[in-house]
C-alpha cells in the first residue's frame, strides 16, 4: 500500500512594523512554527518585509478539523545563526 506524504499545515504570522498602531498578517505552509517563522525571516531579510524593525506578535496554526486559529509563538526555537531575532516577553523581534 502507498504511504501518504504528510501535507504541510498553514501559519498566520501576526507583526508589527516599527511604531505602527495597525497589525499585518502573512501566511506561509510549513510543517513547524520554527519553519513558518524562518520563512518569515527570509522574507524579512531580503526586504519583502518594508520596515527596519518588526514585532511578532502571534504565530497561529490552523487546525482545519476544528475550524480554529492557535497560537504556537512559544513552541518556536530561535536559530543561533539568526543574530538579528530575540525573544523578549512571549513576542520575537526583528531588526535590520
Known amino acids: 500500500m502507498k504511504e501518504k506524504q504528510q501535507s504541510p499545515d498553514i501559519y498566520k504570522i501576526t507583526y508589527r512594523l516599527s511604531r505602527w498602531k495597525t497589525q499585518s498578517e502573512r501566511f506561509f505552509s510549513a510543517f513547524s512554527a520554527t519553519e513558518a517563522f524562518e520563512d518569515f525571516y527570509y522574507a524579512f531579510v531580503s526586504g519583502h518585509v518594508n520596515s527596519d ?34 525573544e523578549i516577553r512571549g513576542y520575537i523581534y526583528l531588526r535590520r
Do not use: C, H, S
Not at 53 to 72: E, H, L, Q, S
Open 53 to 86: 524593525n518588526v514585532r511578532i506578535t502571534r504565530i497561529d496554526f490552523y487546525d482545519r478539523f476544528a475550524n480554529k486559529w492557535f497560537n504556537k509563538i512559544g513552541q518556536v526555537v530561535l536559530n543561533p545563526e539568526i543574530t538579528i531575532a530575540r
